[in-house]
């Protein structure tokens, strides 16, 4: 899928994905590669949707694909992406209309005064109060596109990353499945926090906490980035 000067023919991808889908519809590297040539044509909004849909069977193949994580990786690129060209766009709506918004409210502040014979210390205060107020209602419109601190139980305990598919432990903690396993593989088959017995069969999928995740990643898209 190279082209002679060696760079990828994402077109090529892109018709190769979709011909093994008319053959595999489950196909996760199929979805996958669809995913990013789509990206590719910035096709954005159905590159994403592949990349889930890709995502998604990863995660429900037993035993759990390879690219799980490498489809994360990629599916948090698009969103963020996706949320910075909206976000920008939102952001200069939002000034736009506040820009309009107080030169409306110096218009009026100008005819009030035109007609106001004394009272104008009043009038001026009234319009001060005024203007703060609508400075205050943009400057909350625009907190959900303002990056912050994920709040921390929407963090794994080990890595302090937001979560991407949180498990429990029959001990009531919740870690990243795939941190919590290597661990497990890797150090011992023992919780890394109370260090009580755990395999990983007993490992259940926090359908709360993904829940939360997820609604929490809907509303702040900046949060998507990851170094």
Known sequence: MLTPSGSIDWQKVEEDSRKALQLDHDSVKAHYMLGLALLQKQEYTEGVKELERALDLGRGAQPRSYMVEEIWQELSKAKYLLWEQKSTKRSWELQSLKEACEMALKGKFVSDASKTEGFLDE??????????????????AAEADTPAEVPDYLCCKITLDIYRDPVITPSGITYERAVLLEHLNKVGKFDPITHERLDPSQLVPNLAIKAAVQAYLDEHGWAYKWD
Do not use: M, P, T, Y
């Open 123 to 140: 009038l001026a205060k009234s319009h001060l109060e005024q203007v703060n107020a609508v400075g205050q209602v943009f400057q909350k």
